[in-house]
Nanobody, 125 residues
Framework: VQLQASGGGSVQDGDSLRLSCAAS????????VAWFRQAPGKEREFVAG????????SYEDSVKGRFTISRDNAKNTVYLQMNSLKPEDTAVYYC???????????????????WGHGTLVTVSS
């Protein structure tokens, strides 16, 4: 499956952005999908994930209450709505997907075989 991430940009502290991750596969509904991010000089970190059947979501603590992940299986797309953005949210954001991700590995980037190219989010103070 091919993933195309989009929606990044340069915004001010407190602004909002919505990222999209569009998939090429019509079986996208069978995939666990997650967003990760990597800031300059830092390791890639989990941001949010959504499971395939239940739609259950999970978030990294620093984005809880500000970010919302959702999926539209009819459009083969997963979204990341980011509100109240902060300068520390500045990073390249990647979407990732895999059919075989188990619950305990949703936050582990090594569990995902398919990755988008990333979209840059820059938040200025």
């Amino acid at each position: 499956v091919q993933l195309q991430a989009s929606g990044g940009g340069s915004v001010q502290d407190g602004d909002s952005l919505r990222l999209s991750c569009a998939a090429s596969s019509y079986t996208f509904r069978e995939y666990v999908v997650a967003w990760f991010r990597q800031a300059p000089g830092k390791e890639r970190e989990f941001v949010a994930g959504v499971r395939r059947n239940t739609g259950y979501t999970s978030y990294e603590d620093s984005v809880k209450g500000r970010f919302t992940i959702s999926r539209d299986n009819a459009k083969n797309t997963v979204y990341l709505q980011m509100n109240s953005l902060k300068p520390e949210d500045t990073a390249v954001y990647y979407c990732a997907a895999d059919r075989g991700v188990i619950v305990s590995s949703v936050r582990d980037s090594r569990a995902y075989h398919y990755w988008g190219h990333g979209t840059l989010v820059t938040v200025s103070s």
